[in-house]
């Protein structure tokens, strides 16, 4: 007789592995971001994000094509303009290139989910999310004036979803104000509720050419310490009114989605960001990890750890896998 468990009971074989498997991947759990840019005629591969493009407009309809033919139900917009200025104007002009890109999309593939990043660092001079005053201080309300403007200007262009990734103070409830008002009460907010000031955005800032030329971003996005401090912005974010919550970075933050998952019942969005995929892609380069092994692990313990949702530039690679 014996005394001890045999928990392997449930692992002996393929089948019982799979009749007991707790999460699954599915196509309908990720989001693709795209990096579309005035500044290129050609997709143009990022040197820090490898299979990672910043695409013209005119290949939008070859990209979309793959997309929706993989499954992918959601695109996640970011924008480089060719001219950048100290009000980042292009963030919500309505030729913007976000815009343009968000029609085109719509005439495209109307059923396809557009989520509009909606954030001004891609378009200011300076690369801070706002308006700076000379003490290189971004300055709250005016800057939340900045995102309503191009939120307003993206849910008029077609968007199904506004992400406000700036972390200012109020940026969410205020966008959800101005949205009713317009006329865009079915549009969503998906709030970057919580996201840390982390180093994992580094090849991002490359993709969209959005490092602040001074400073840092230190005093909007949460020090990568603080819990509480993120659980905090957390409830503003509920508070005022958004549909879904980001969590951001995703891998080094597992304690941070597995506790938003705790504290509320809207969908929970986690963020696989750039740093995450450029470290993958760089081991699998040289040989040293499995990526198709990993990235599905790694998908998994999102899930496991409370994910809805997963916004992911291995999204087509995965979807691939998974077909
Ligand atoms: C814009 C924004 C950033 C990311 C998404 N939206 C960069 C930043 O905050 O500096 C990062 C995404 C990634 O690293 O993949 N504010």
């Given at each position: 007789m014996t005394e001890f468990k045999r928990n392997r009971k449930t692992r002996i074989s393929d089948n019982l592995r799979e009749l007991f498997q707790e999460q699954h991947l599915h196509v309908t759990d990720l989001i693709y971001p795209m990096f579309i840019s005035e500044e290129v005629d050609a997709p143009q591969e990022i040197k820090s994000m490898p299979g990672t493009y910043q695409i013209?407009?005119?290949?939008l309809p070859q990209e979309i094509e793959e997309i929706q033919s993989l499954g992918i139900k959601a695109v996640l917009l970011f924008g480089i303009p060719k001219v950048k200025d100290a009000e980042g104007n292009q963030a919500y002009a309505k030729d913007g290139i976000v815009q343009r890109a968000i029609r085109q999309i719509k005439q495209l593939a109307p059923d396809l989910i557009v989520i509009a990043d909606t954030c001004l660092c891609e378009y200011t001079d300076h690369g801070h999310c706002g308006h700076i005053n000379h003490e290189g201080f971004l300055v709250n309300d005016a800057s939340v004036e900045l995102s309503v403007r191009t939120a307003v200007s993206q849910a008029e262009a077609g968007a199904d979803i506004i992400a406000p990734s700036s972390c200012l103070d109020g940026v969410a409830g205020e966008i959800r104000q101005a949205l009713d008002a317009a006329?865009?009460?079915?549009?969503s907010v998906m709030g970057y509720s919580i996201k840390f000031a982390s180093a994992f955005y580094g090849p991002f800032r490359d993709a969209a050419?959005?490092?602040?030329?001074?400073?840092?971003r230190k005093t909007y996005q949460i020090p990568t310490s603080n819990q509480r401090e993120a659980l905090r912005e957390l409830n503003s974010d509920i508070e005022e009114g958004v549909d879904m919550v980001i969590v951001k970075p995703a891998m080094a933050f597992m304690d941070m989605i597995y506790q938003t998952r705790q504290m509320t019942n809207l969908p929970v969005v986690v963020y696989n960001v750039s740093g995450e995929y450029s470290m993958i892609e760089a081991a699998a380069s040289n040989g040293w990890i499995s990526k198709e092994q990993i990235i599905i692990e790694l998908m998994l313990s999102f899930k496991r750890a409370g994910a809805d949702l997963i916004i992911t530039y291995h999204a087509k690679e995965i979807a691939k896998l998974i077909q």
């Open positions: 013209p407009l005119n290949s006329g865009y009460t079915y549009t050419d959005s490092a602040p030329k001074m400073g840092n």
